[in-house]
């Protein structure tokens, strides 16, 4: 498909010129020569909704009854900050397409732009751009574009947007990209506590990780090394690799986005939709912050002390939160294949509420004594989410929940501000419990603070946040966890494992030293790998594999540019016998 290069004109936007495909992605951007803008922007953006073009176009245009070519109407609240900074009011995921009468299928997630002005060029109007994501409440994955708009003192213009990268697909299958033009208006002023989402917005800028391209690290670990860190092995997984970075030495490399339509404006603001990585992240973050405040015993605890079990399903009365952790509640699929990962899975995929999906997920055979054999299973993940949330009510009181815990208690100590979680879609539309199963949005920068939360024992500026005891079970060593049960898979260097929601895999260095690796995992061949030495690899991806634990390679590819870097012997590694 042929990429447009000729730039964005104000009569276009003014008149709201059809488009018939995606332009460069840079010419969303502020130029090097941009202006302050004449006025700020605050208030609300109200986007019409329009049918977007397609690259393919889809078999259909219906998924669940709901149109997926349709661009939501919705309003977005966004104000500026420092003359430069195009804030939105809130990163949450803004329910739009999972609304009974909606139109669209989507729901939208959007992130900070830029705001600037070239008055020789525009008719003295302002621009604004700023990046989005399509999302929908049931699924997992993000549809990653950008906007842009002009604004004078209570006039907005026609809305460009395009979509140009996706992680994972699942119930839209495929890729695409797609684009449009949209009727917009605009009030302004209306935004509560404006001073203090200005402050918290500083707050973040202030606290991310100084950043560098991945490329400056050639000298360091040899080109071949770094070529091969994403893990692809042929021209399709290269495909397949939206981007990778490194968290080194307190710097974040990473490479340029792989997107359609070139380098992408906004890199560091991109939240990508990570699936599985959100059992790490997020749930196993908070069962180690509960641990932390009242003690392990948590994972000794039944989780039908704190979720009503059905008279006939007293089966799970033996069940505790680390078997749910380890993926071992004794569940599987169907009798006659338990192992089938998505075998009988759509009636709790589909199921919108968290009652629902508490009956759901509670409603698979029981085929293994609990605790006895791992089984991946989201179902389990998002009844562990559930029974988490009632054991800190038990703690804290009916008001507490999971993702204000993790918001003031984890988050923002370590400098994550903002942090869009997929929630339950309740009977009025509204979004309820915070899906820990899958449903994370996160940034690079928030993926690299949360693994280094767990590098630093648990610890961030004297606050011990998780538990150490258990955090230090799963750090790098020459043993898999002590808690740990055989995925009853292997690498090339030996059995795979799985550890209260981590991923944990066998390395050994060229010079002969064992270890293993802790990484959390999501559908599509996303990856955050935790090594010696405060280094951390990442990588995002879109992989079309057949589930959340499919390898799209391992850890492998990353671990060797890691001990590159740093030493993965002495107290981290033991010396073997195979070297």
């Known amino acids: 498909m042929k990429i447009a290069n000729d730039p964005i004109m104000w009569e276009e936007l003014i008149e709201g010129t059809e488009v018939s495909g995606l332009a460069k992605n840079d010419l969303f951007a502020a130029p090097d020569n941009a202006q302050e803008p004449s006025i700020e922007f605050e208030g609300t953006l109200k986007l019409e909704g329009t049918q977007m073009g397609m690259n393919p176009e889809p078999s ?17 609240e966004f104000f500026t900050v420092d003359d ?6 809130t990163q949450d995921v ?14 939208i997630i959007v992130q900070p732009g830029r705001v600037w002005s070239n008055f020789d060029q525009d008719n003295g109007w302002n621009r604004a751009s700023f990046p989005f994501s399509l999302v929908n409440r049931l699924e997992g994955e993000t549809h990653i574009g ?52 200005k402050n918290v917005y500083r707050l973040h800028l202030e606290n991310r990780f100084p950043t560098a391209p991945l490329n400056e690290l050639k000298k360091k670990v040899g080109d071949n090394n770094l070529a091969a860190f994403n893990g692809a092995t042929n021209a399709a997984e290269e495909k397949n690799v939206l981007q990778t970075g490194l968290f080194y030495e307190g710097v974040l490399y990473r490479s340029p986005c792989h997107f359609a339509a070139g380098p992408f404006p906004y890199g560091d603001e991109i939240r990508y939709g990570v699936w599985s990585v959100t059992k790490t992240a997020m749930m196993n973050v908070a069962m180690l912050r509960l641990a932390e405040k009242y003690g392990r015993g948590l994972l000794d605890e039944k989780i039908a002390d704190y979720i009503q079990i059905p008279e006939s399903q007293k089966d799970w009365n033996d069940v505790t939160y680390l078997d749910m952790a380890n993926m071992a ?78 918001m003031k208690e984890v988050y923002e100590p370590i400098g994550i501000y903002y942090a869009p979680v997929n929630r339950s879609i309740e009977a009025d539309g509204s979004s309820g419990h915070p899906r820990m199963d899958f449903g994370y949005h996160a940034t690079l920068d928030d993926l690299a603070k949360i693994a ?12 011990q946040i998780l538990n150490r005891q258990l955090v ?59 090594m010696p030495g405060h280094v951390v690899g990442f990588r995002m991806a879109n992989a079309l594999t057949a589930s959340d634990s499919d390898d799209f390679d391992s850890t492998v590819s990353q671990a060797r540019v890691g001990h590159q870097l740093v030493s993965f012997g002495g107290d981290n590694g033991k010396k073997s016998n195979n070297n």
């Open 329 to 406: 509640s004794g569940r599987g699929a169907t009798v006659d294949d338990p192992t089938c990962y998505l075998c009988d899975y759509h009636r709790w995929y589909l199921a919108a509420s968290k009652n629902e999906k508490v009956t759901e997920s509670l409603d698979y055979p029981r085929v293994w004594e609990p605790g006895t054999k791992y089984n991946y299973r989201d179902q389990d993940a998002f009844l562990l989410g559930v029974a988490l949330e009632e054991y800190l009510r038990s703690k804290e009181g009916e008001d507490a929940t999971l993702d204000q815990l993790l």
């Open 146 to 197: 950008i906007a842009m708009f002009l604004y004078k003192e209570d006039n907005v213009s026609h809305v460009r947007f395009q979509i140009v990268a996706q992680t994972g697909p699942f119930d839209v299958s495929g890729y695409f990209n797609a684009w449009g033009v949209t009727k917009a208006s605009y009030k302004p002023g209306g935004i509560d506590n404006l001073e203090h989402h």
């Open 60 to 76: 259909t245009n219906k998924v669940h009854g709901k149109d997926i070519t349709f661009f939501p109407d919705v309003s977005l």
């Open 94 to 107: 803004i329910p739009n397409g999972t609304l009974e009468k909606a139109k669209s299928y989507w729901d």
């Open 452 to 463: 280094l939360l767990y590098e630093k024992h648990g610890n961030w500026s004297g606050n």
């Open 472 to 530: 230090d079970s799963i750090l790098p060593k020459q043993d898999p966890p002590a808690l740990a049960l055989s995925k009853e898979e292997k690498n090339e260097f030996g059995p795979k494992y799985y550890a209260m929601n981590w991923h944990i895999e066998p390395y050994r260095s060229p010079e002969g030293y064992e270890l293993y690796l802790p990484n959390m995992k999501g559908y599509g061949g996303n990856l955050v790998t935790l």
């Open 84 to 89: 430069k900074y195009l804030v939105p009011v």
